[in-house]
Each structure stands twice: as C-alpha cells, then as structure tokens.
C-alpha cells in the first residue's frame, strides 16, 4: 500500500493571529525591549517562545507590569476591569483583539444594556470567556457542560439570548444551543454567528479528510481551545486515531503502525513551519506523498491595531524628516 499524506487546507494561522503576533513583533521593533504582553499572545508554545526570545515578557495579569511600561493585551481579549487596572498603572496599552472577538463583546454590551440574562457557551476559565463575561459580569451567566445547560436559571424566559466563545467546535455548541432551547424556547440567537469563520472552516477541513485517515495529527498547543476541538472533530468524523502535538519529535513512531493514510492539521494559532516539520518527518518514514484537501480559500485579513498603526505613521514621518 502506498502511504500517504492529506494535508488539510486551511489551517494554522487565522487572520486574528497573524494580526496579534504581528502586533507584538511591531511594538519591539518600535518601541523597543522589553514590552509586556498580558497572558499568551495567542495560544501556542513556539510562538510565546520565538516571542520571548525577542524581548517581549508575558505576565499573567497588568499588575505584573511595571508602571509606565507599554503593555499588549493578547487575541482572546480582556474584561473592562483590565483596562481599568492599566489605566491606574499609567500603562500604554495596545489591544490585540480579535476583531471577532470584538464584536462578541459588543453584543454582551448591547444584550445587557436592554437587560437580557445572557448564557455563554464556553469553557470555563478560557481567557475569551473571562473577558466576554467581564463585559457584562451581572447578565452573563456560563454553560460550559450539559449539566450547566440544565441547572442554569433565568428571569424571564422571553429575554434570554445565547453568544458563544469564539473557538468552539460548531457541532458542540449546537448540542448546547438546542439543550438550552428546549428549556427556554423563546431563547433568541446571537444576531449574527460567533464562531469564527478560521474555526468554521479548519473543522470542515478535517471532516472532509478524516474518513479516509487512519491516523491525524493536529499540531497545535494543549491550551488552545480551536486545536484540540480539531481532534475531537477529526474522531468524530472517522479518522481511527488523531493526536495533538507541538512538535514533530512529539509523535511517537509506533503511532505509524498499519497506517497508510495520514491526515495533518493545525489550530488556528499555529505558525506553518512547525506544519512543514511533521511533514518532513513523515517523509523520512515513507510518507513523501503529500495531497492536499482543500474545502475554503481564506482571504480575511485585518488591520493592526489602531494604537500601533499611529506609531508606526508617526515614526515613518519621523525618517522621512530625517
């Protein structure tokens, strides 16, 4: 049998990722080390280390900064009562949000503002939760587990509304959605989709090869949400096997064993080197045919932030000065 390997397309990088590393590696080059970066800039090991490695310092919360210093906060966002925390360190802030991350904080803030009980589909204790929640922290209440979905209360039935965490698997938040729906029928949905079109599209990636795999490999960290929803998807969908990894030296060999069709994927955090590592290590073990699957062509792409795009004008006038 010849072996080989599907290539899923798209995957890794996601346009709200590129902008936060970008993001960080612009504020070195301008303003020079170190700058500090609250929680991981994005959910993935090699780039928090290639990023460290240039000066930035990642701290957990704002007041590990210093006061003064210049301080980025990371792609899954922050509640306003960080941004208060900053302003009384006399921080500079730059805010690496994901603009889609964004906008399901403005519906929280609009959802509340006409006092509807708001329920968030998410994980407990992801960044993205905390800073959604924090946005409204007296209507929002959390459904992470089925168990949540059955035990939460609301005051009137008739002004409820579900938003979700941006990284979820689609499948796993309509178990939730519709669990909830048939306890409160008047639930309204969110007015327009929360899931991330990156997340979205990854996932159908991965169903659309997953059947012909006897074994996937996702490449992306265990703290990021999108990535390990992939495996989850890719057993879901048919693959025999399918394992999260950093690196290519994290497979272990006797996964290999009978398999003849790999399927490889990364979580929308991850840089594609790191993707074209585990393929060179495949073809060292026989797997040197490489198709790829593609279901999407992603062309998003946003702006940096606006803090930082002022800077970066502001020193280009600066040199033509010069």
Partial sequence: MTKRVLLAKPRGYCAGVDRAVVTVEKALETYGAPVYVRKEIVHNKHVVETLTERGAIFVDEADEVPEGALVVFSAHGVSPAVHEQAADRQLRTIDATCPLVTKVHQEAKRFARDDYDILLIGHEGHEEVEGTA????EHVQLVDTAEDAEKVTVRDPAKVVWLSQTTLSVDETMVRVN?????????QDPPSDDICYA???RQVAVKAMAPECDLVLVVGSQNSSNSKRLVEVALQAGAKASYLIDYAREVDPTWLDGVTTVGVTSGASVPDILVMDLLAWLAERGFADVQEVTT?????????????????????LLDSVR
Wanted: glycine share 2%; net charge positive.
């Fill in 134 to 137: 924090g946005e409204a922290p």
């Fill in 296 to 316: 999407a062509n992603e062309k998003v792409s946003f702006a940096l932030p606006r803090e930082l795009r002022k800077a970066l004008k502001d020193n280009t």
């Fill in 179 to 187: 669990q909830l729906k048939s306890r409160f029928p008047e639930m």
């Fill in 199 to 201: 997340t979205q599209n």
